[in-house]
């Protein structure tokens, strides 16, 4: 029901009725927060007689009334969406108390009722009244300098009973208020507070990183009190039912005595790990060992719980599907595929594509082992490098400058998400291992190091120190998330070592996709990776970096020079047998694998230098007057060299080259053949605009071939097919059909020409066109469905109305993105070819595709 009862809710609801020990509570649904936002911030009718109701029923579970100085309840007042948004909102906690309540607990337990009368009135005064946090916090700074006291914990109850007051007059004093102390007008406006809290600027920010919809709304949860700080057989502990950095199947938490939830998550003081807790509570202990197997077992996942033990009794107070680490992620599924809690099906569905890319991604040298600068809990795994920053708004503006930066921070807060997220890795001083900054980075999957204690973080000087050494803003430091060691300086890093678990899982993904995945490589080192992460064959093999190489640039700069078709060909010979023999390795290293190469694509003045001493030093290695190199650049150039002379243009009036290209491909596919090997060359005419410019190109290009074939006297199956990147291409397809054997959609090109974008100039708008939802996605990373999606779909009916077995693809950046890949199982393409290290994360989400498609197909027959 997590819809209707946001996810905290449902939950609590669910724990309760597996019998579990759930402090009583009611929750109001999200519905009451769309009425709520479209009612100008009032409640339905009804409302208020429901809650007096529900109020009256948990009074006579617990035995205590609201309100009531002799007996009395006090609530939490919870927020709590349909996504989890860990600490984004708002809660109130210890509400229903007031002066008179509070001093009658304290004839009984003075520190437990005083202390939690601060925590009531800064809450207050923080969620519902918006008092400077800061502010608050200066109140027992204050006292706390005053008697020389560090912890929290050496404050007497006449500590804290002088904490509370001055706080309540500070808030009078900040806000013009006093705390109201009538228990039901806390509730209402505690209420009130949770729903405006679905709007403040963090929540917003977090909604939209993690692709939440604004409408959905939280309910409020308000649950009776149970108190971790009520005396010394009392504590309050967060967990994960297994380890969500490793994945290891072993209760995993922290835990602070004498504490209410509260500070565990908020790393004011680092929390002892959950094995003390067998130590001191070895009862409790077991208990819970016993309630994370029920909730593993209810909800078949990992889970993340909180809880609170009151004067030794045990209380969930929480649970939710646990964030883990891509390590983690596989390890479990794993598992649990391996206890047959899951199926294979489940596991596959359960670990998302994009987080699988880090574990083929380098990870530090540590045989170029450098001194550890400080070390603190590995929070969550990888290797970032980057400059230090201590301000989350100074990472954001550095970060779109192009910079990496690493924040570092004592801990960090929601308010920080930004620069939490613009940073290449997070460390932090303080806090454990559920701490916010380890929540974040977890599910961002980003590297974070917590609770590293030896550094000092000096914000005023922009600097922190460990070990004697002082590392200042701006320098660049080394942050190892698996092991939890932080460098100075870059370190050098390795290749990936893949845990076997991950090649199991992509093997079980093999046979459920549909869609083959091919990368897109353009060298024998890109090649030899591709195959080695799985690809089936190569996409889309750019030939034009092979010219770019300072060995091979000057002649095919003179091929650009020449004044006649015979100087171009000549240019051209000493060019050709050096593209042969990168096509030889490419050949050798893909074994008979399909490689698709696209010949010359882009505009010619991209290869000649722009410089005035660029031009200069040419001209003189080509013996060329300067003026004449000159002139041709300015010739060359292009108002729009995006829409300009280039892709298949250029074979068009300089057929030389292309027949160059063709020639050293098949030359190379024959001398393989010769060694007795298998190959497959695919030949690839980018930029196509119809059938009579193919038709050209594919003759030459067939007449070529013939002539080498004759001459070796060999037999070669090779195809020549088209890139489909313009719109024109895609409505013309049946007819470019004809001729080519197969297609493969140039989805960045076919982005650019369907929405009239240019991909290169699109930083300037596009942040805004995301920002005020005219995209819902980034089009040049997720295929913008309804346009360039509809251009395919329109592009394969109508290749395979004339071809019924015509061969197609995508080679774009898309190709690599689980979205699209999706998109691309049901509009039935054959393969997806991206970069090499998307190769395994295609391979996941082209089974994932299937799958939900077996899913979806599955429930329509159902019906
Ligand atoms: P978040 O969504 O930010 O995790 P919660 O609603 O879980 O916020 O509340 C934060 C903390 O307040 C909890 O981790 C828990 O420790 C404490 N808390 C919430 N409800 C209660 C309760 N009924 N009794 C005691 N502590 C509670
Ligand atoms: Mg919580
Ligand atoms: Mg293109």
């Known amino acids: 029901m997590k819809n209707l009862l946001g996810g905290k809710g449902a939950n609590l609801a669910q724990m309760a009725k597996l019998g579990l020990p759930v402090p009583p509570g009611f929750t109001i649904t999200t519905e009451v927060c769309a009425y709520f936002y479209q009612n100008n911030h009032r ?23 609201f309100g009531n100085p002799e007996n009395p309840l006090l609530f939490s007042v919870r927020s709590g969406a349909r996504a989890s948004m860990p600490g984004m909102m708002n809660t109130v906690l210890n509400l229903g108390l007031n002066d008179e309540i509070t001093r009658k607990i304290a004839e009984k337990n003075p520190c437990f009722a005083w202390n939690s009368y601060w925590r009531f009135i800064f809450m207050f005064a923080d969620v519902v009244m918006a008092a400077p946090e800061e502010e608050l916090n200066e109140v027992l700074a204050g006292i706390k300098k005053e008697r020389g006291l560090k912890l929290d914990l050496e404050l007497s109850a006449e500590d804290w009973q002088e904490t509370a007051e001055r706080l309540k007059t500070k808030v009078k004093h900040l806000t013009g208020r006093e705390i109201p102390q009538d228990p039901w007008e806390q509730l209402w406006e505690a209420i009130g507070a949770v729903f405006k809290s679905w709007n403040t600027p963090r929540a917003i920010t977090y909604r939209k990183l993690n692709k939440i919809p604004d409408d959905w709304g939280t309910a409020v949860n308000v649950q009776s009190m149970v108190f971790g700080n009520f005396n010394q057989n009392s504590a309050s502990g967060v967990g994960f039912t297994r380890n969500p950095a490793s994945g290891e199947k072993k209760l995993y938490g922290e835990f602070l005595a004498q504490a209410q939830g509260e500070d565990v998550v908020a790393g004011i003081r680092t929390p002892q790990p959950i094995e003390k807790l067998k130590e001191i509570f070895p009862q409790r202990y077991q208990e819970l060992l016993k309630i994370s197997e029920i909730l593993e077992q209810d909800y078949r996942d990992m889970q993340d719980i909180e809880f609170t033990i009151e004067s030794g009794k045990l209380w969930m107070l929480q649970t939710r599907t646990g964030k883990r680490t891509a390590q983690a992620a596989v390890k479990i599924a794993l598992d649990m595929v391996r206890g047959e809690l899951i199926t294979k099906v489940e596991a596959l569905l359960r670990i998302p594509p994009e987080s699988i890319e880090s574990f083929f991604r380098p990870s530090f040298d540590h045989n170029s082992k450098k001194e550890i600068l400080v070390k603190g809990l590995p929070a969550s795994p990888g290797a970032a490098v980057g400059e230090v920053i201590f301000d989350p708004a100074e990472a954001g503006e550095l970060v779109d400058k192009g910079h990496k930066v690493i924040l570092v921070r004592t801990e960090t807060s929601p308010d920080d998400i930004h620069g939490i997220a613009a940073a290449e890795g997070i460390l932090t001083s303080r806090g454990g291992m559920t701490s916010h900054a380890a929540l974040v980075s977890r599910g961002m999957g980003k590297p974070c190091i917590v609770g590293a204690e030896e550094m000092y973080v000096d914000y005023k000087n922009q600097q922190f120190s460990a070990q004697g050494k002082t590392i200042k803003k701006r320098e660049t430091i080394s942050l190892d998330g698996t092991r939890g060691e932080v460098y100075s300086g870059k370190l050098e890093t390795i290749p990936a070592q893949v845990p076997q678990d991950l090649h199991e899982i992509l093997n079980w ?106 031009i200069e030093k040419f001209a003189q290695q080509a013996g060329l007057p300067k003026e004449i190199v000159a002139q041709k650049v300015e010739q060359l150039k292009e108002l729009n060299p995006m829409l300009g002379h280039r892709g298949c243009r250029l074979g068009i009036t300089y057929p030389e080259i292309y027949e160059m290209q063709v020639r050293a491909i098949i030359t190379a596919a024959c001398q393989i053949k010769k060694e007795g090997k298998n190959v497959k060359p695919e030949i690839m005419i980018p930029l196509t605009l119809g059938e009579k410019e193919f038709l050209i190109l594919k003759t030459t290009t067939k007449k070529t071939i013939k002539e080498i074939l004759e001459r070796e006297k060999i037999n070669l199956d090779y195809k020549i097919g088209t890139m489909i990147e313009l719109p024109r291409a895609a409505l013309q397809a049946d007819e470019i059909a004809r001729e080519a054997e197969f297609f493969s959609f140039g989805t960045n090109d076919l982005t650019q020409t369907a929405l009239g974008i240019s991909r290169d100039d699109a930083g300037r708008f596009l942040p805004q066109y995301l920002e005020q939802k005219i995209f819902q996605e980034d089009p040049f990373r997720t295929l913008d469905i309804e346009g360039v999606g509809e251009l395919i779909k329109i592009g394969v009916e109508r290749g395979r109305k004339t071809k019924k077995d015509l061969e197609v693809g995508i080679c774009g950046e898309h190709g690599g993105d689980p979205q699209s890949i999706e998109f691309c199982h049901q509009v039935g393409l054959d393969y997806v070819s991206c970069s090499p290290f998307r190769v395994p994360v295609a391979r996941l989400a082209a089974a994932q595709a299937a799958l939900k498609q077996n899913e979806f197909n599955e429930a329509i027959r159902d019906s």
């Not at 993904?509 to 897109?520: P, Q, S, T």
């Open 509 to 614: 993904a093999d046979k459920e996709r549909r869609l083959g995945v091919y990368a897109n490589a353009d060298t024998p080192k890109q090649a030899k990776q591709a195959r080695e992460f799985g690809a089936e064959g190569i996409g889309l093999c750019r030939t034009e970096h092979m010219f770019f190489e300072e060995s091979r640039i000057p002649a095919f700069r003179q091929m650009i020079l020449a004044r006649d078709a015979k100087e171009r060909k000549e240019a051209l010979e000493k060019i050709e047998p050096l593209q042969r023999d990168d096509f030889l390795e490419i050949f050798r290293v893909m074994e008979g694998l399909p490689v698709i190469i696209r010949l010359l694509d882009p505009p010619l003045h991209e290869f000649l230098p722009q410089k005035e001493n660029d």
């Open 43 to 65: 409640y339905p009718p009804d409302l208020k007689k429901e809650v007096k109701e529900a109020v009256a029923q948990i009074e006579e579970v617990k035995g205590a009334q």
